[in-house]
């Protein structure tokens, strides 16, 4: 559920029912913005704390397939080995004079 300051310089949401409830206590019903907006809340209460599971479900699903794909590990490629048959191609002739 996103909210914003009072200025509309900033935005936050509530991310968890014990949030949701808390905003509940907070508003006065005798404002009768804060009470309008208390009876949107009750009246979707059970909608929005149903999302609010199935984003936290998302979220964690999320983060684990993320850690599952950082830990594949690739494997690592040897040094290519030197071919015996190629070994005349290191030969060095000692006795031949500049």
């Given at each position: 559920?996103?909210?914003?300051?009072?200025?509309?310089?900033?935005?936050?949401?509530?991310?968890?029912?014990e949030?949701?409830?808390?905003?509940?206590?907070?508003?006065?019903?005798?404002?009768?913005?804060?009470?309008?907006?208390?009876?949107?809340?009750?009246?979707?209460?059970?909608?929005?704390?149903?999302?609010?599971?199935?984003?936290?479900?998302?979220?964690?699903?999320?983060?684990?397939?993320?850690?599952?794909?950082?830990?594949?590990?690739?494997?690592?490629?040897?040094?290519?080995?030197?071919?015996?048959?190629?070994a005349?191609?290191?030969?060095?002739?000692?006795?031949?004079?500049?």
């Amino acid at each position: 559920m996103f909210v914003e300051s009072s200025d509309s310089k900033q935005w936050g949401y509530y991310c968890c029912k014990e949030e949701i409830d808390l905003l509940m206590g907070s508003l006065n019903p005798k404002g009768e913005r804060e009470r309008a907006l208390q009876k949107q809340v009750e009246r979707f209460y059970s909608r929005i704390c149903m999302e609010l599971q199935k984003r936290s479900k998302d979220l964690a699903n999320r983060i684990a397939l993320e850690e599952a794909v950082q830990r594949r590990s690739t494997r690592v490629r040897a040094l290519p080995r030197e071919n015996p048959a190629n070994a005349f191609l290191n030969y060095v002739n000692k006795w031949k004079e500049d």
